[in-house]
């Protein structure tokens, strides 16, 4: 069993906020999302947003994904247009778990 990525994310539909929440499992495909999932319906399009800190610099993150499953207590996405971008994301956030939204509230 692995450790739960545990990453902060910002949920957008376009430009409009829909609620944040944490991406506590991805794979080569999709993640689960832990969040209010009343903001969604299976088949949306959204954005997830969030910052990973590699090296002491935040880097900020952003990908298309669509919705597939929804439960009372989050949100399973696939990747949208998956491509070298997306597998580079999707590595990035198993590396750099700790995301600086994380560090921030820590110190």
Known sequence: MHEPLNIAVDLYSGKKYL??????S??????????????????????????????????????LVSVTGLSENGILV??????????CN????ILYKNTYYEKRIHN
């Open 90 to 93: 999707v590595r990035d956030m």
């Open 26 to 63: 991805a794979s080569i495909s999709g993640m689960y999302i832990a969040c209010d999932s009343s903001h969604f319906l299976e088949g949306n399009e959204i954005q997830v947003k969030y910052e990973l800190n590699a090296d002491d610099v935040p880097q900020k993150h952003n990908m």
């Open 19 to 24: 609620t944040s929440g944490m991406a506590n």
């Open 78 to 87: 696939t990747f949208c247009n998956y491509d070298n971008n997306t597998f």
